[in-house]
């Protein structure tokens, strides 16, 4: 689970943070051989749209997660009512849907801070496709902020980490982990992204998964909130699980019209196909839509002075005026499944 922060830590040595996060939680929680980005669009599917998560809908389709956080972060994730009285979750009068995290109560150091986590109460399975308009998302030190999809078995079913990263990295990193084995074949898709691990499997305490690295300052952070964000969507198959990224200016017009057609998309940014060495199939199932904003913990804090962050990341969390950015501004979630 989680991204990484700059060029020079979008490393396999790093991504081993990532995969701490998992560690003992649930977030912690007849195939082909892979094919070509151009085979793959010539199955242009036909999506209907089967929940929309809009500003009418969004908090009644998602549960709020209040136990303690499974990556061991300085944070308490609040219930709804909490999030709603203290303006940790609320809707604008824009319509722009908001998950922040506490950014007005001094703290003493290693007292945790609210936030919230929360996960959608319907779970999916393939032939879907997931369609995330962001405005803005959480950044700055000791932040760590994830949207993602997990299975209740954890790591048997599966989890996509889509949007994830810590402190004050600039670009994206998208992340499978998998119970069962699955290793990625270099170059078996064309790709805007790189490929940086190719073992999804999450075992015996190896827990970085298989990712690609996204190019550029507008995929994560502040370049992803100065460009006024984008969109991530992916499709899920039993053959494939692919990701794109569209910044805002770039948005195709079949995603902004509710009438998404992967195949003229191009090439994903990161795609896991099945292969002689990785069923998809078999290694995803029943997933649900997870938001969630922690800070510090296996990740963000292990990483901390390494991501350029003045002092620690205890006493980061104990100020309120570090959290002015620690927000994710949704302008909507559509999922789809095929016609």
């Known amino acids: 689970m989680r991204g990484f922060a700059t060029a020079a830590l979008l490393s396999l040595p790093l991504a081993a943070y990532a995969g701490a996060a998992h560690d003992g939680s649930l977030r912690a929680r007849h195939i082909h051989h892979a094919r070509s ?25 998602f549960d709020f997660y209040t136990d303690a956080d499974p990556t061991h972060g300085t944070v308490k994730f609040v219930d709804e009512q909490t999030a709603k009285d203290e303006q940790l979750a609320y809707v604008q009068d824009d319509g722009t849907i908001v998950l922040a995290v506490d950014d007005q109560t001094q703290l003493q150091v290693n007292q945790p801070r609210k936030s919230v986590r929360i996960q959608s109460k319907k779970a999916y399975n393939a032939g879907t496709l997931f369609v995330a308009d962001i405005y803005a998302m959480p950044h700055g030190c000791s932040t760590w902020p ?24 600039t670009s994206n990193q998208i992340t499978v982990h998998t119970g069962t084995v699955c290793n990625l074949v270099k170059d078996a898709v064309q790709t805007t992204g790189r490929l940086v691990g190719t073992t999804c499997q999450s075992a015996n305490g190896a827990n970085a998964g298989c990712n690609f690295a996204t190019d550029g300052n507008t995929t994560y952070g502040h370049g992803f909130n100065m460009n006024a964000g984008g969109v991530y969507a992916h499709t899920w198959e039993t053959d494939a699980i692919n990701v794109w990224f569209f910044p805002r200016q770039a ?19 990161a795609s896991f196909p099945s292969s002689d060495s990785c069923n998809i199939g078999d290694s995803f199932q029943d997933n649900r839509i997870v938001f969630d904003i922690t800070l510090c913990g296996d990740w963000a804090g292990a990483a901390f002075s390494s991501g350029g962050c003045p002092g620690t990341c205890a006493q980061t ?11 994710f501004k949704i302008a909507g979630l559509q999922v789809y499944g095929h016609n």
């Open 37 to 61: 980005v151009s085979a793959i669009q010539k199955r242009a599917a036909q999506y209907k749209i089967v929940d929309d998560y809009n500003k009418d809908t969004f908090f009644n389709m």
């Open 146 to 169: 994830a949207y993602w999809l997990v299975g209740d078995d954890w790591p048997y079913h599966g989890e996509l980490d889509i949007l994830e990263g810590v402190n004050e990295q």
């Open 251 to 269: 948005v195709p017009e079949d995603i902004t019209n509710k009438n998404p057609n992967p195949a003229n998309w191009g090439p994903p940014t």
């Open 317 to 327: 969390v104990a100020d309120p005026s570090n959290f002015a950015n620690a927000k």
